[in-house]
């Protein structure tokens, strides 16, 4: 089954940081372009951050300067390092391809940002 697995997801107070990281599936992930999705609570998923194949990388511009997306294409691995937390940043956070494929969201992991 292709579906991708994220973890670390905490609880965290504004100004902290996080790592997540992301397990993808497929023999050609080094080929995919990736990407770092968001959702809060009754709103759309937002694509925050960007890597594609040779890592060249985009932000939103409400996480510029804050988030960084790498890969490590020998472990089929992507990260988010997430600095400077806001409480707007929490959200259950996915990766995916970058455009998305619907038949292969994982589960997320819950970000929040609070005192």
């Known amino acids: 089954q292709v579906q991708f697995v994220e973890s670390g997801g905490a609880l965290v107070q504004p100004g902290g940081s996080l790592r997540l990281s992301c397990a993808a599936p497929?023999?050609?992930?080094?080929?995919?372009?990736m990407g770092w999705y968001r959702q809060a609570p009754g709103k759309q998923r937002e694509l925050v951050a960007t890597?594609?194949?040779?890592?060249?990388?985009n932000y939103v511009d409400s996480v510029k300067g804050r988030f960084t997306i790498s890969r490590d294409n020998a472990k089929n691995m992507v990260y988010l390092q997430m600095n400077s937390l806001k409480p707007e940043d929490t959200a259950v956070y996915y990766c995916?391809?970058?455009?998305?494929?619907?038949?292969?969201w994982g589960q997320g992991t819950q970000v929040t940002v609070s005192s």
């Open positions: 497929g023999s050609i992930f080094r080929f995919y372009a």
């Open positions: 890597i594609t194949s040779g890592s060249s990388t």
């Open positions: 995916n391809r970058n455009p998305s494929q619907q038949g292969w």
